[in-house]
Each structure stands twice: as C-alpha cells, then as structure tokens.
C-alpha cells in the first residue's frame, strides 16, 4: 500500500504565498505522473496541475502564471507553490499520483485565502 502525505496548507491573505509538499511512502517500485486537485465546497473536484515523471507539466488556465508544480523524484515528493492567491484559490487541495500503475490520492489539505 502507498500512502501520499500533504502538508503546506493553512490561512493566507490574498495576494500572498503557499507552498504545499505531498510525499509518497510505501512499497514503491515507480512513481508516474503526479498532481494536484482541488475541490471547493459544492464544487465538482478540478485538476490544478500536474508533473510527469520526466519534468513535462500541465496547468489549469487559472492557475497558469501564478502557480508551480515541481517534484523530487529522490524524495518521492512533489510540490505546488502559489503565489498571488486569490479568494476563488479557496479549496481542499489533494495530492495524487500514478505509483505502479495504480492512482492513489492523499487525505486532502484545506487553503483559505482570506479578502
């Protein structure tokens, strides 16, 4: 079994800066492509970004610009800076990843973005 850890999230005021990490443990042969969703109160879940395990990325139109995936593939990390957030930013932000061909998802972590 694999489990993805996130950490990084909290209460920030607009305009400011988070940096969310997501580590993955467990019998781990291959990570593949590694994300982030996000998924606001009686909103559908959306993909914010995603990284291939060779470095290429893929980003949301709202994010582009302002945020940043990257990964780690010697720590099984990968991470999301944002900057510039915005109120509409306001979500549950939940690490996945493709780990020997299965999909697994972490618990969830909540980004406030206040004004």
């Known amino acids: 079994q694999v489990t993805l850890v996130e950490s990084g999230g909290g209460l920030v005021q607009a305009g400011g800066s988070l940096r969310l990490s997501c580590a993955a443990s467990g019998s781990i042969f291959s990570i593949g492509t590694m994300g982030w969703h996000r998924q606001a109160p009686g909103e559908q879940r959306e993909l914010v970004a995603s990284?291939?395990?060779?470095?290429?990325?893929n980003y949301s139109d709202s994010v582009k610009g302002r945020f940043t995936i990257s990964r780690d593939n010697t720590k099984n990390t990968v991470y999301l800076q944002m900057s510039s957030l915005k109120p509409e930013d306001t979500a549950v932000y939940y690490c996945n990843a493709i780990c020997d061909r299965r999909m697994y998802w972490g618990q969830g972590t909540q980004v406030t973005v206040s004004s």
């Open positions: 990284v291939r395990v060779g470095g290429t990325t």
